[in-house]
């Protein structure tokens, strides 16, 4: 089975402490993988490589970054939706081919590799690992093009899905979307470290990565662009037909951090703008409105705003436990969020409580948390998810469950309130989303978790 990548990916050229300022821009991807880092920096015409299972602090040490010498760098956090994740899976990918050295990182969910590793198999190409990257890699040095930036654009024609990439050669740092932009990428300068008189370039899947390095936000990288960085500066091409944009609207309902800006678009304001959607459409006589930290609470600032009702960090997040999901074992998560999260009583006890979270998706966390609340003393328990029911899996590098294990797939509004034992519950619905952000029509972003439309075509 392929691995589905949502991963946190960096790169940075021109720039003297190339490793360094790329420990600092994975550190600030964390949340977008926490079971890999890796780093592949580049000195004179030699790649450098270092990858190691675990979070950014752990797998780097001073002395590791003082041996990555170079001037530019790609890395990468990673988690896969595959339980069964293997350290030689952990990226960049590195190999040594017809245009010298090659690093690849990759954040998405390429659909048809299966298909085209098959192809390179008979033709009797061999691999290391299952992951998407190394197909690409395979891809691009097997084309017939007579430079780089050809063979990746033959590569790119042939790969379907969602991806943003990083690529390093002796001489480029190149940076790639998918024709329908689902992953973020963006690009920023950082001027004042700057060799040779030019600002260093750099790219980041989130723009909280700039604001660590002080590096300014120049914008997100267009659908389907593929945007060079050589010594004849930056130019962009665009392999394939220009179609759509459908970026991912979880990274604002869920994933990204709430000080990015993923898509031209601030998260800490969308989820608030989707947190008074939430109140306009789904009031509730209550005493108190309480997030469900991390993910829950710009939404619940954004109920609390609307509704007038007062809000309170009811519950309490243990920060030193990673997220829920990320851990791979089902015994594992539902154990996590008692780890997790604790219940303030003074705040919760003899109070109706409005809860607020981003989504439900298999249902054990709120039923745990529910329960949490119940238990603490509260009088009422009232449910608001500040996305619409989850009733459709994710082929884009989201990690989400098979359709069975998804509870609204199934199961009504109703049957859900029931199991997680709520006095009420209410989701957002898909135009209140929209509203929030500002998405007029429903046409500006990928929603299919919610409504099954998949912008490609499954193969
Ligand atoms: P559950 O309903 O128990 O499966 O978990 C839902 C919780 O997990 C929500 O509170 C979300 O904040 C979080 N969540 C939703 N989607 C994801 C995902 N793809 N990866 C990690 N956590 C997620
Ligand atoms: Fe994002 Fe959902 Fe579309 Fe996947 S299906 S890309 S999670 S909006």
Redesign the pocket.
Known sequence: MPFKDECGVFGISSQEEAARQTYLGLYALQHRGQEAAGMCTREGGILHQHKAPGHVADVFSASTLDSLHGDAAIGHTRYSSNGSFASHEAQPFMVYGRFGPLALCHNGNIINTELLRNKLLEDGHTFNSMSDSEVILALINTSKANNLEDAVEDALRQIIGAFSLLILSDKHLIAVKDPHGLRPLSVAKLGESSMLGEPSIVFASESCAFDLLGAEYMRELEAGEMLIQSSDGLHSRFPNKRCPAKPCVFEHV?FARPDSYVFMRNVMATRRAMGRQLAIQHPVDADVVIP?PD?GVHAALGYAEQSGIRFEFGMIRNHYVG????EPKQSIRSFGVKVKLNPVKDLLHGRRVVLI??????????KKIVGMVRDVGAKEVHVRISSPPTTHPCFYG???PTVEHLIASSKSTEEIRQFIGADSLDYINLEGLYTAMQDKGGCGFCYACFNGNYPIPRT
Do not use: L
């Open positions: 869920y469900v993910s997220r829920t999901f990320i979270d981003d989504s439900i998706v298999r249902g054990t966390t709120s989201i990690d989400t």
